[in-house]
């Protein structure tokens, strides 16, 4: 029999997220929320219920682990199966996607003997999420919402931690389309109205004054639950841009200024090299994101203006198409500030050497780089912006032996 790696001994709980974000697949609370309903188990994510509760992570690989991880991504996809749902403390056992022996070890702790070939297809599809950027619930839902074994929309809902935290901020953005929808401008009645309309929004509920907007806008029913998801979408990407550039700016000021020491000439020279790409495809990463989101706030302040209600509707049904590109940019800005705290935080030196900064740049570098070598950037059909709200890199001296 195939041996499992020890279980995991830290508390699970400490992963619980309510469900998808874009680092974490919390299925364990999707069964919990939604497990007795028809659809939950109609359309699952795995066909194997145990796996149809685990948890799934994009996971840093770390030195101990690359060993057995057929990967030279610096992230991989781990999977996190708890020894008891009722108690999370207890730790689980976890695998790689990419590590030595998946298959092997997957059918020791899932396989049916009854139904052999249903971890075939579990197995494809977590191969398919390992393909994906990220685990952003706009993201899953456009990749497998028509998929030829598609998900119910219950695996696909804005966690209720997240759209707590949104709440505020979408409510400001849309206070002026509440204003146009009610014809008044008092202020404090516009606030509590938009707020009203934002957890209309979010929760995914149409009836109400969601129909008059979906009148506004011209739209059939179907055209109209399109385009509430793209706007949704847009919004929760919109609102992560902003959860995320403090940490982009900090991790872009602590690489130009991070100390390097017992560099070689060649080394120094490919360090240089390697710190101006890595800031280099990370502003055009964040050039990408927001080129989108100009595109949005543009159409929407025509439409709120009560000047472009036909522009407004295409954009919101063209949104859902931006999701991968979006997602994929918005997990690499997400993740790499992630990547260099908890470098920073096992690195109580303060200073790298120069092989050990040829290592961690070379895992930035495959994190960010979407062109592939020889490619100039812009030809992989990506927008680029001329204005960055992330400054211009200012390489500071490596310093050499």
């Not at 179907?222 to 403090?246: D, H, V």
């Not at 929407?300 to 994929?328: I, T």
Request: net charge neutral.
């Amino acid at each position: 029999m195939t041996r499992i790696r020890e279980t995991v001994r830290s508390d699970l709980r400490n992963i619980v997220k309510g469900g998808a974000t874009s680092r974490i697949l919390d299925l364990h609370s999707v069964a919990r929320r939604h497990g007795e309903r028809d659809a939950h188990a109609d359309n699952p994510f795995f066909l194997n219920s145990r796996l149809n509760r685990c948890f799934i992570v994009k996971h840093t690989v770390r030195a101990h682990e690359r060993p057995y991880v057929m990967s030279s991504q610096p992230v991989v996809t781990k999977i996190l199966v708890p020894l008891a749902h009722d108690d999370l403390a207890l730790g689980g056992h976890a695998v790689f996607v990419e590590e030595i022996g998946f298959a092997s070890k997957m059918r020791t702790l899932f396989e049916s003997k009854q139904d052999p070939h249903l971890m075939d297809l579990d197995m494809i599809r977590l191969r398919e999420l390992a393909g994906l950027p990220s685990f952003d619930p706009f993201l899953l839902a456009e990749r497998f919402r028509d998929h030829v074994r598609p998900i119910d929309e219950c695996y696909f809902d804005i966690t209720d931690a997240e759209a707590e935290r949104m709440e505020q901020s979408v409510a400001q953005q849309i206070a002026s389309v509440v204003a146009l929808a009610f014809g008044t401008r008092d202020a404090d009645r516009d606030d509590d109205r938009a707020m009203r309309f934002t957890r209309q929004l979010l929760s995914g509920d149409l009836d109400g004054r969601m129909q008059a907007l979906r009148k506004s806008l011209d739209m059939t029913e179907i055209e109209f639950k399109t385009g509430i998801f793209g706007w949704k979408g847009i919004l929760y990407y919109r609102w992560s841009m902003g959860e995320a550039l403090g940490a982009l700016k900090s991790f872009l000021n602590a690489l130009q200024s991070v100390s390097i020491v017992g560099a070689s000439d060649h080394e120094y020279n490919e360090l240089q090299h390697m710190r101006r790409k890595i800031i280099e495809e990370t502003r055009h990463r964040w050039k990408s994101l927001t080129s989108v989101m100009e595109e949005y706030e543009q159409v929407f302040a025509r439409f709120c203006r009560g000047e472009d209600a036909n522009g407004f509707r295409k954009f919101l049904l063209k949104a859902p198409s931006l999701f991968y590109d979006v997602g994929s940019d918005l997990s690499v800005v997400s993740h790499i500030p992630g990547y260099w705290t908890y470098w920073s935080k096992q690195n109580a030196k303060g200073f790298l050497q120069a092989r050990e900064a040829v290592m961690l740049f070379s895992d930035f570098i495959a994190s960010v780089t979407r062109v592939s070598p020889g490619r100039e950037p812009g030809l992989d059909g990506t927008r680029r912006r001329t204005h960055s709200l992330i400054p211009h890199p200012v390489v500071q001296a490596v310093s050499a032996a």
